[in-house]
């Protein structure tokens, strides 16, 4: 969305006012923002997740090994901190045990808990779908018809062999 | 063009007005985070990755109850209208639906929806399970998000964490995963100038508020969508008392307005929503914008019990009918924008003329008084 206030830049703040009883959005861009003396932060900053990124990267002490720290990737999916800072999304579910420090802080700063009282999840009961007894033929089948659904016939020919050879 | 009749009722039963407290709330909508603990989370996913994820969790949904019998979109092949159709729909959201005009749809990207139900397949968690009833529904609306969770929990393993609960792409959602809202129409407060106070209130107590559209959206229409702000530290059950618990308060303020205006602006009052009601009945362009603040004017008229004859399952259509995509899938073909104002003032004017025709000819005429 162009800025409410020049019409030329893009919007990065976006402003909910009430006006005569009637609510109205406006969008400013960085600019227009700081000409009326609005902090914008580029609306990080003012979230704690936002605060708690940039400060990912800061450090009161130099000699403290944070860029390394940015840098240590998630043995599983080999995502860094830094990749953190910057997307703001974790790159997967193991990155919780490898990064447990900062996203425990992250995640008491955002809730102000650390600790799930909800639904525990107690894994799955039936047999995957790989383990089950006709050894995936019903998942070929579903590929088969998802293939032939998207006209993927050469895609389609080879799950149909590939059926055939197992029944 | 898709074809939106696969479902039943178009994917918009929550548009019916027939819930609870219709009057005041649009819609309410719940939903759960989960991710497969076997994957990498979506920004570290390939395509192929997002295929496997995407065939995995179809196998699961055809295995159950809740989603046996879906229909599905591979949302990464549909045109642009299309996905737009979908997102105007409250179908998809706007980080799957990529809506805009050259934005690009994340390869992967699904939908399966069945009744009220859906599961959005490789948004920013993997699943996003999802349910959307007509009124203020959350026990219901629940009741069917969980169901399908514990379903698709026995089939496909969930990424769980024994201390921080379900894990998610975003911090912000760990924990349940759920985030429940509201979509209630507050002209009253606004009208009154109470409604700053009260949006300040509830995001000290735990509530944040959007637009019609979810995040990042503006409020349009005076459509406040109410919402938890935290994920983590309370049970799902007590996350839904206490926005179900605030949004009755919020309900029971915006009647007390309500109340007042009519008592103490009665003239103001009615002139507002008659005006707003010729407006749409009569207009040749009508902007988004305009067209949601004059709905937002009748629907408080139909509300009060001051304009007769105006049923608010229409008025609820109008609020997606009127978007961009569904005027060109009205028409068979794309509009240019400069098009877009005056079909979708035509559009509104068929309604309303439809709408009077059938519940009688007195709509047009206020109620005689004294």
Known sequence: MKCNACGEREGVVSLTQIVEGDVRTVSLCAQCAAEKGIETGLGLSETPLGGFLAALGESADPDAPLSAALEAGCPSCGATLRDFRETGRVGCAECYRAFDAPLRELLRRLHGSTHHTGMRYTGTDLPRATATPDGGARELRDQLRRAIESEQFELAAELRDRLRERE | ?370
């Open chain 2, 1 to 370: 063009m898709i074809d939106l009749s696969l479902l039943p009722d178009g994917g918009m039963a929550w548009l019916e007005a027939s819930g609870p407290g219709s009057h005041l709330v649009v819609s309410t909508r719940v939903r759960l985070a989960r991710n497969l603990d076997r994957h990498r989370f979506i920004t570290r996913t390939d395509p192929a990755e997002r295929e496997a994820i995407l065939a995995e969790v179809e196998a699961a949904a055809s295995d159950t109850g809740g989603l046996g019998r879906a229909v599905r979109f591979r949302i990464d092949r549909l045109e642009l209208v299309d996905r737009q159709l979908l997102h105007e729909r409250h179908l998809v959201s706007r980080e799957l639906a990529a809506p805009e005009t050259g934005s690009r749809v994340r390869p992967g990207a699904g939908l399966l929806v069945q009744d009220r139900a859906s599961v959005m397949v490789n948004e920013e968690d993997h699943l996003r399970l999802q349910a959307l009833r007509s009124g203020f529904a959350l026990e219901a609306t629940w009741g069917q998000v969980a169901t399908l969770d514990t379903e698709l929990g026995q089939r496909l393993a969930f990424a769980f964490h024994p201390e921080f609960g379900y894990l998610t792409s975003c911090p912000t959602n760990v924990g349940t995963g759920l985030r429940a809202s509201v979509l209630v129409h507050l002209p009253g407060l606004v009208l009154t100038k109470e409604i700053n106070k009260i949006l300040q209130g509830l995001t000290q107590v735990g509530l944040t508020f959007r637009g019609l559209y979810g995040e990042g959206s503006e409020v349009v229409g005076n459509l406040f969508q109410l919402s938890n702000q935290t994920t983590l530290g309370q049970t799902e059950r007590e996350l839904l008392d206490h926005l179900g618990k605030l949004v009755r308060q919020v309900m029971e303020y915006e009647e007390r307005a309500r109340q007042i205006l009519l008592r103490d602006a009665t003239a103001i009052l009615e002139d507002k929503v008659w005006r707003a009601f010729g407006l749409l009945r009569y207009a040749r362009t009508l902007s988004f914008e305009e067209t949601m603040n004059l709905l937002s004017g009748v629907r408080l008229g139909v509300g009060l019990g001051l304009i007769p004859n105006v049923g608010m399952y229409t008025l609820n259509k109008l609020l997606v009918f009127t978007q961009p995509a569904h005027l060109a899938a009205a028409q068979g073909r794309g509009l240019a924008d400069e098009e877009v104002p005056v079909r979708r003032a035509a559009y509104v004017r068929q309604m309303l003329e439809a709408e009077v025709g059938r519940r009688g000819s007195s709509a047009d005429l206020p109620p005689t008084q004294g």
